[in-house]
């Protein structure tokens, strides 16, 4: 079975559709799925390309294409070439508005749920609840939430399913903190979603009221200028950027500190807080609606706090006070993730519900790719990533279209 998946790509990107992308692919094919991605560059060919070649996956990839329209019609005559069992567009909004047509020639189409943010509700919106013509056949969720929730308000025709994304378990686990409670958090320094600053704006605090507690932030992002700020006014000489660190390489990195902080609005499942787990740190989080508490049960396999002040602080001085209790959740929080969150479970999940849709598709057409590509008016919740041709450029565009084929007709008096 041949399944192509599309996906975004830029030097120094390392978000979470890609690092599941780069862990699952290789697994897929070591099950019998033959995994190709269609890549929109920013920079050329970004990490995930390059880790994915190096794993004998096929990737096709475009420099930076401006307008939607062009997107789709790429993606498209990729599909058309080489037509896939199954087309994954992810989250993608070109490749899940090219998926219309991919779906029309009879091949099944895989939405994918990865926040609990805006962007993917409002992906949900117009590509599962939306004009029945682009609806996806299936949807994966990667969390027990986010399932439920796309489950009440999806359509019967949706496939809709919870496929976690699955980490490394790594040989060793963190050592218990001695001297030093290092603190860590790994993910997009920025504040929508993320709320980095407010991170860095706890850490700080933490070390600077908690003795023997030091922490470091890892990741990169619009709001790192402004974080760095923080630092110097606040951190006191216990608070510091780590940088950005290869998905491949930020275990160990995780594996020298002993505590994970994530005090973010929203999330699906955290890949950063699986892999934390799965290392060992105890988690610090704030209690939150979204896949956090599917994965950290309060006292048992992490601590959740009820806000970003007082409460954190409690939380780490407690941490810092208590070995018995550092160690006795560092063992639960690494047994839940080999339990039930690893790379395997995830391959094992993702080959069954390809499966699944595959058996619905009968014999394919040909993916027909129209003249004009015209879309439904632009939802606001997907401005960021839906960047549609200016009116008057196509107006021009058509304008030339139609004085080419006169010309050809010969019906110009010029």
């Not at 091949?107 to 994918?112: H, K, L, N, R």
């Not at 029945?132 to 496939?159: K, N």
């Not at 704006?201 to 992002?221: D, F, I, K, T, W």
């Not at 402004?226 to 606040?234: A, K, N, T, V």
Request: aromatic share 6%; proline share 7%; glycine share 10%.
């Amino acid at each position: 079975m041949q399944v192509t998946f599309c996906q975004y790509d830029a030097e120094h990107y390392a978000g979470g559709p890609n690092t599941r992308l780069r862990r699952l692919l290789p697994r897929l094919k070591l099950r019998g799925i033959e995994p190709r991605v269609l890549f929109l560059t920013v920079t050329g060919s970004g990490p995930t390309v390059r880790a994915l070649e190096r794993a004998g996956i096929e990737c096709r990839v475009t420099p930076w294409i401006t307008w939607t329209e062009d997107r789709i019609r790429w993606i498209l005559e990729a599909l058309r070439e080489s037509p896939p069992d199954v087309f994954v567009p992810h989250v993608v909004t070109a490749a899940c508005y090219a998926a219309r047509w991919v779906s029309a020639a009879g091949i099944p189409t895989v939405g994918a749920m990865n926040s609990d943010g805006p962007l993917n509700w409002a992906l949900f919106d117009e590509f599962v609840a939306g004009l029945p013509e682009y609806r996806v056949w299936g949807l994966a969720c990667v969390s027990e939430l986010l399932e439920l929730e796309a489950r009440r308000r999806a359509p019967a025709e949706v496939d809709v399913c919870r496929i976690p994304g699955g980490v490394p378990l790594p040989g060793r686990s963190a050592s218990p903190p001695g001297e030093v409670l290092r603190l860590v958090y790994a993910g997009r320094l920025v504040e929508e979603g993320k709320r980095a600053r407010d991170v860095a704006r706890a850490l700080c605090r933490a070390v600077g009221e908690v003795p023997g507690v030091e922490a470091v932030l890892y990741g990169e992002g619009p709001d790192q200028p402004e974080i760095e700020r923080i630092l110097e006014r606040d951190g006191q000489g216990g608070v510091r950027l780590g940088g950005l660190v290869d998905n491949d390489r930020i275990q160990e990195e995780m594996l020298r500190a002993h505590v994970f902080v994530q005090l973010s609005e929203y999330e699906g499942l955290s890949n950063a807080l699986c892999e934390a787990m799965a290392c060992g740190l105890v988690p610090v989080c704030l209690e939150i609606r979204s896949g956090t508490r599917e994965l950290v049960s309060h006292g048992e396999t992490g601590l959740l706090v009820e806000d970003r002040g007082d409460a954190f602080v409690g939380a780490i001085r407690r941490l810092r006070n208590d070995p018995q209790l550092w160690q006795r959740i560092s063992q639960a929080a690494r047994e839940k993730v080999a339990r039930d969150y690893t790379l395997d479970a995830a391959a094992g999940g993702w080959v069954t519900f390809l499966e699944r849709l595959a058996a619905r598709a009968g014999s394919p057409d040909a993916i027909r790719i129209p003249r004009t590509i015209r879309l439904p008016p632009l939802r606001p919740g997907l401005a960021c990533d839906d960047t549609r041709r200016p009116w008057l450029v196509k107006r021009g565009a058509r304008w030339l279209w139609h004085r080419a084929r006169a010309l050809r007709a010969g019906g110009c008096d010029s």
